[in-house]
């Protein structure tokens, strides 16, 4: 089956930051078998640091930022080719997507995040829409992608927005918009780009726990 993630939805609640005081909380999305998901993480509304994965926004440079995604890209490709396919579908944990599923929708995520970049570039501070992260699981069928096909698929993606990245002027990483998660508020591309980066990082530590409990 060809991937079928639709580039048509506007981008990404994406994940859930952590720090040792917290003021806001959300659940990880539905699984698309079986019961919501219970996995609660605390979120601080400036989300510059996540404890679980150990990342910190200001510790990664702009000229980074591109390096890093495509990084990331290798490491998901490696993942997904070293699993089988019953493995990369299985649900080992209550509550939580595969590992197919989290790299169907970090692939998502590097989709939606290059189209609010291109939008923040377009117009002044646009509002960005949030890309149904839960719904997209169901809709697009995430488990019943062909792990080659979804590999491919972030390689492309983690290109592209590094690509749009690498070709923003000093000026155009101030730029800003307004982004939906964990609350309302108004981030630069420079966050937005740190962001994508937290967003894979963070969702390879979910794919390598999973293929692990197996």
Excluded: K
């Excluded at 490709?77 to 396919?85: F, I, S, W």
């Excluded at 390689?155 to 690498?166: H, I, K, P, S, V």
């Excluded at 309302?184 to 409990?213: F, I, K, M, N």
């Amino acid at each position: 089956m060809p991937f079928l993630a639709s580039f048509s939805h506007s981008p990404s609640e994406d994940r859930c930051s952590s720090a040792s005081q917290a003021v806001h909380s959300c659940a990880e999305a539905n699984v698309s078998t079986g019961p919501p998901a219970v996995a609660i993480r605390d979120i601080l509304p400036d989300v510059n640091s996540c404890q679980e994965c150990d990342f910190r926004y200001d510790s990664l440079a702009t000229g980074e930022i591109a390096p890093s995604l495509r990084w990331h890209a290798v490491e998901y490709a490696t993942r997904l080719r070293a699993a089988g396919a019953d493995e990369l579908r299985a649900h080992p944990r209550l509550g939580s997507w595969s590992a197919l599923e989290y790299a169907c929708h970090i692939h998502d995520v590097l989709v939606v995040q290059r189209e609010r970049i291109a939008l923040a570039l377009r117009e002044d501070q646009p509002t960005f829409v949030s890309m149904r992260r839960a719904e997209r699981v169901s809709e697009q069928r995430y488990n019943e992608q062909e792990p080659g096909a979804v590999t491919a698929a972030i390689g492309d993606a983690a290109e592209a927005l590094a690509g749009a990245l690498e070709r923003l002027a000093p000026d155009q990483w101030l730029r800003t918009g307004v982004y939906p998660w964990p609350t309302t508020e108004v981030r630069t591309l420079e966050w937005v780009g740190r962001h994508s980066v937290h967003e894979a990082r963070h969702h390879l530590l979910d794919v390598d726990r999973l293929l692990a409990s197996l």
